[in-house]
């Protein structure tokens, strides 16, 4: 029995250790911005980060698909002075899904591994993010070369930049709450130019053609202690233009915070302040196998804008609990103002299982 005891006291030295300090989030000097290309790559010493591409792509037959490409890194309280190889510094997660109304559902697909020997990385420097054999890496031209081999389909995708890097918040400091710590880097890579292809289950690899929109965004402290989850938006408009919107819920379902960007046609950055900003639920889908109930059209105002979202199908419920242990929906929206189509987008709804923990 000696080595269950050595054991059981393995797992709890962690627990008996000073917690880890991650590097704050704090608002940027006056007229400095994100760095460029470094914060491309990855922030080590922040607790929680993410590079997130979502895009719809069509068929050369003409079939709108949907598609969602996310790879997280996260800091664990494995001291970083570690020598060992085999200490779990950082882990690296990826999540993977195909909208595809012929399905009906959301097929989706998820990984997860300690950061090391060559298997799984988030690189710093520039954008290069691995696992297995799913990866993420920006090119020396700016664009992204994205693929991966997922249960139910297959991704190889290039993602290339048509207009500047949308810096979110205060030059890329975006406040999550009344709290300044409560608060992200985060800027985003709209309307990037998407080629290659996708193939699904017993399918042959068919060429797609589209349109993506990449996040990038690392914190240590987002969400305040009453927070639920968020409800978050990036849009590909028609014309040119890119909407970034998102509204943090308290446990009552009530607004704690709210942010958008808005960068029209013709270049013009518009920043909406909490009060400026709201999601009024228009139709709600409840899911058949954990009975939540989410908000799958909304409108969205933006100051005297109103946007209207719709789902390319209702059910796009991710369940992603043996990764990060959490379940939302996200997924393939149209985009309509004045009741006009303007664009494609995103959705993202956390929260509405059990509230979201980073």
Do not use: C
């Not at 190889?156 to 406040?175: D, H, K």
């Not at 996040?215 to 968020?230: K, N, Y």
């Not at 409800?231 to 819920?249: E, H, K, S, T």
Request: charged share 20%; aromatic share 10%; proline share 7%.
């Amino acid at each position: 029995m000696r080595h269950i005891a050595i054991l059981l006291l393995a797992l709890a030295l962690p627990g008996l250790a000073a917690p880890p300090a991650f590097a704050p989030v704090t608002p940027l000097p006056a007229g400095q911005t994100l760095r460029m290309p470094q914060d491309f790559g990855a922030h080590p010493a922040y607790k929680t980060e993410w590079w997130y591409a979502t895009g719809w792509v069509k068929t050369a037959g003409g079939e709108q698909l949907g598609y969602q490409v996310t790879f997280f890194r996260s800091a664990t309280a494995t001291d970083a002075d570690n020598p060992s190889a085999f200490a779990p510094k950082q882990l690296i997660i990826g999540h993977a899904a195909l909208s595809d109304p012929k399905v009906g559902k959301l097929l989706h697909d998820e990984k997860s591994a300690r950061e090391g020997f060559g298997l799984a990385y988030a690189k710093v420097g520039d954008t290069d993010v691995k696992l297995d054999d799913w990866r993420m890496q920006r090119q020396k031209d700016g664009s992204y070369r994205v693929s991966l081999a997922a249960r139910d389909f297959n991704l190889q995708l290039t993602l290339a930049p048509t207009q500047p890097v949308l810096l979110q918040g205060e030059n890329g400091y975006s406040r999550k709450g009344a709290l300044p710590a409560q608060s992200s880097y985060y800027y985003s890579e709209p309307q990037l130019r998407t080629t290659g292809t996708i193939a699904r289950a017993g399918g042959k690899p068919e060429a797609v053609t589209g349109a993506t929109w990449l996040d990038h965004e690392w914190s240590s402290q987002v969400l305040d202690a009453d927070a639920s989850g968020w409800n978050w938006i990036g849009a590909n408009l028609d014309d040119g233009g890119a909407l970034m919107a998102f509204q943090i819920r308290s446990k009552t379902g009530a607004k704690l915070w709210a942010h958008s960007t808005w960068r029209d046609a013709s270049g013009k950055t518009t920043q909406f302040a909490p009060g400026d900003v709201d999601f009024t639920p228009t139709q709600l889908w409840r899911s058949p196998r954990t009975q939540a109930e989410y908000p799958v059209a909304t409108d969205i105002r933006t100051g005297a804008t109103r946007w209207h979202i719709k789902p390319l199908q209702p059910d796009q419920e991710l369940d992603s609990r043996r990764s990060t242990g959490a379940v939302y929906w996200e997924g393939a929206v149209t985009v309509e103002r004045d009741g006009q189509p303007v664009g494609r987008a995103y959705l993202e709804m956390t929260g509405y299982v059990q509230p979201m923990k980073l």
